[in-house]
Structure formats: C-alpha cells, structure tokens
C-alpha cells in the first residue's frame, strides 16, 4: 500500500478543501469507495453511480474513522471534504500516480470472449517465475474505470509486473483505461458480438478493443489472434512496432494443435498436458504463452503452469453428479460466439447430449436474429435435448422443433429435466450473467 503526503493527494486529483492551510506532514494511506467495508483511516472515495451516491454517505465515513472524503457534492460543508468535480476522474487520477511511482511492467487483455481466461493463465505462468508478492493480478472481472483503479490501489514497491483486465461495454472505454495503465504488453483475444447493443456493427466492436493497441506504450509489443478475421486491421495504421500472433493457422507464431494440446512456439513444438476444454480454451493458453514468450519465461515454466491449470469457475467447468452425469458449468456469461463455441464442446461428446440454455443479452434490436440463427446452428449438431428459459430463447427452442423445450420458470425446467436425465448424460449450461444459470447447475449438484 502505497502513502501519500495529503498535500500531493489534493494535487493529484485538483481538489479544493475548505480549510485554508494543509499540514504538511499529514500522510494518507489507503482508499476505500465502499462505506460498508472501509476501514479506519482510509480515504473515502464517494462515487456516483446510476443507482447510488457515494456523496450520501459522507457522515456515516466520518463516524468510522475516515480522516478525508472525496466528494463531488458542491454543497459540502464539511472540512475533512476534498472537492473534485468527478470522483470517478479522482480514482483514475489516483490510481495513474501509483502506476508511476511502483513503474511496473503492464499486461492489459481484452477482447469478446476469453479474457479472464486467459489473464488467469498468463498469472499462473507469471507465478513460474516470480513470487506472489512481486505479480498483481485483477481480481475476478475488476475491468473497467472503477475496478481497474481499485486493483492497482493495492500496488506496493515490490511489484514488477501488473496482470490487468480491460473491458468495455463502449467506444472510448478502454482508452481511457491505457490512460491509467498504458500497456507494455497489450492482448486482444478476439473480437465478437459481446455487448453488440451498445455498438452500431461488430466493425465497431473491433474499433473500441483497438483501443489497447492505441493506447499501448510506443515501444510495446502487441499479442494479436492470428485465426480473427480482424488480424490486418487490428495491426493497421499502429506505431507499434512488435507483434506476437497466436492461434492455429499454420502462420501463428505461438500455434496450438487442437488434436494434441501442443504448442508450436516460433516452430519449436512443446507439449503440454492441459485438462481444458473446447477450442476456445486452447486458444487462449496460446495467448496466454505468447505473453510468456514476449516477457522471455521458459518453456519449462510454461509447462509446469499448465499441468493443474483449472478453468475458471462458470467457464466450461466440469462437475460430476450422481449416476456419472457430467455437467459442463458455462453459466458465467453467453454472446453468440462463446455459445457457439461452448455447443461444439457438447458435441464432441458420445453420450446423450443435453442443452440448457438461457437468453444472451445485450445483442439489442438483433437480439432475435441471433437467438433464430443459434437455433439452427443446434439443429446442425447431435444434440438430443435443448431446453430453454428466458423470452429471447423462446425463438431459438421454436427452430429447434421436437427436441426443444421451454419454460417460463427455473424451477419446472429443472422438474423436466429430472425426468430425462439418463445415466451418463452431459448437460452443458450456458446463458448470460443476468440469467442467473448458475442456479441450475447448483440445483443439479444438490440433487445428488
């Protein structure tokens, strides 16, 4: 945790307090932009959200010990109120200062699908090499203008290397993060329909993740998926200078075999023993290594960070039920691409296949459109069962026919699926985060 004199505190973020002399022996340490969990002497950050104020809580800091608020409320009467026009612009500010005191090396990823896959991958190969102490890493999906800040709050000296998750859900977003943190390292994992509501093409979604090449330091080095369509115009019009390609095309210069989960690395072929599901995860262990490869990590290392590598939890997980059922937990979220790519994962399995599935959103006014064509991408796959929840997936189990299923409630799903559960089924559950699919799977796991 890093300290800071109060009078570079106010500097840092352009604040104004009422008091008209700072002592200038005052040091803070810590921020906090939670009133519930902060602790005595931590800065109170108040932010505004589109359903809560930060400003509202301004009190109930003091009384826990708060030495300084920062508030965007202009009618503050308060002398312990350091007043900024955006708190949220304050937190950023904050969190670039930290950055150029600890200088880090900075690895950014984004993309539509993979990302916390693939930042999970790249720690643990960082993990190889160097200690706990010396690697920060986003924790969960901490990725975008308020929880990439709060990640690198806990930066101290010991830090060589920052592992950090950038999303977005707008054009501009992800610049505005390279602004916090420009990368040394910047990672797109592919480009997708993922918040496609938001965004007038996927042209446009492309646009907004080139942004963490735009942003990236002039003399950074870009890991680019080399099987994207986008490839060329990812690498357009850059000043970067540095590019490492990963993928299966046989011109990826970190290239993984699907058959075999091996690894050609700049022609050198390395094997590894990976339990990880479906194309999608191979792809991001290829990205994963090309991040190793552009920090110079052995492939020794590479090797060893794989062979108990664990999807992360909701991501193509496998759970083992009663009666040797497998369950293939997807339900962290679902767009078009990673449920086509989580279907062909299902079908690649012998037994009687068995589909849950649930809306993906934030497609907008294509939302029907998408759910209509997921429909007959199904019906093009030997799967024996769909059954479907929510109002959008309603369309796609209408194309499905005599295979498909629909309910307007979790809990009469999961009484039907009981009746067609065979031994040594597989059911794969998949839907978005505002499904809620990981319901069912905790539904299933309790009947055991």
């Known amino acids: 945790m890093i300290a800071l004199k109060l009078s570079k505190l106010i500097a840092i973020v352009g604040g104004k307090i009422r008091q008209q002399d700072v002592d200038e022996a005052e040091v803070v340490s810590g921020f906090s932009i939670d009133s519930r969990t902060l602790n005595k002497n931590e800065v109170f950050i108040a932010i505004v959200g589109d359903n809560f104020d930060g400003n509202n809580y301004i009190d109930e800091v003091i009384e826990k010990g708060s030495p300084w608020i920062i508030s965007s409320a202009k009618n503050h009467k308060n002398d312990q109120c350091i007043y900024v026009e955006n708190t949220r612009e304050a937190l950023s500010k904050i969190a670039a200062h930290f950055i ?45 203008d308020i929880g990439l800040p709060l990640t690198l709050f ?22 505005k993060l390279c ?38 330091k002039s003399d950074a080095i870009a890991v680019l998926p080399q099987d994207d369509s986008y490839l060329s115009y990812l690498r357009s019009g850059l000043l970067l200078q540095k590019f490492i390609s990963f993928g299966t095309h046989e011109h990826s210069d970190i290239r993984v075999e699907l058959t075999k989960t091996a690894l050609t690395i700049y022609g050198e072929s390395v094997n590894i023993k990976a339990t990880l599901l479906g194309k999608e995860n191979l792809i991001n262990m290829a990205a994963a290594v090309a991040v190793a490869t552009a920090l110079g990590i052995s492939k020794d290392c590479v090797i060893k960070a794989f062979k108990d590598f664990s999807p992360i939890p909701g991501r193509l997980e496998i759970k083992k039920i009663d009666r040797n059922i497998t369950i293939i937990d997807d339900s962290y979220n679902s767009n078009p691409s990673s449920m086509i790519m989580a279907i062909d994962v299902l079908n690649e399995h012998k037994l009687k296949k068995i589909l849950i599935v649930g809306d993906m959103a934030e497609l907008g006014p294509l939302s029907k459109k998408y759910h209509i064509n997921m429909g007959h991408y199904i019906l093009g796959k030997k799967i024996d069962l769909v059954l479907g929840i929510g109002n959008m997936t309603k369309h796609l189990i209408d194309v499905i026919g005599t295979k498909g299923f629909w309910y307007t409630s979790k809990e009469t799903l999961l009484r039907d699926l009981k009746k067609k559960l065979q031994k040594d089924s597989v059911v794969l559950v998949k839907g978005s985060r505002v499904m809620r699919m990981e319901e069912i799977v905790n539904a299933l796991e309790e009947q055991e």
């Not at 806990?154 to 610049?175: A, D």
């Not at 916090?180 to 007038?200: K, L, Q």
């Not at 446009?204 to 090449?213: G, S």
């Open 100 to 144: 150029g005191i600890v200088a880090p090396k900075v690895i950014a990823i984004t993309g539509s699908n993979g990302k916390t896959t693939t930042k999970e991958m790249v720690a643990k190969i960082l993990f190889q090499k160097y200690s706990k102490s010396e690697v920060l890493v986003t924790k969960g999906n901490f990725n975008n």
């Open 179 to 216: 602004e916090i943190a420009p990368p040394d390292i910047a990672v797109i994992t592919n480009i997708g329909e993922a918040h496609i509501e938001n965004f007038s093409s996927k042209d446009a979604i492309a646009k907004a993740k080139k942004e963490i090449l735009i942003g990236a």
């Open 154 to 175: 806990n930066l101290n000296q010991n830090h060589k290397i920052v592992v950090l998750e950038m999303g977005m859900n707008h054009e501009g977003e992800i610049i």
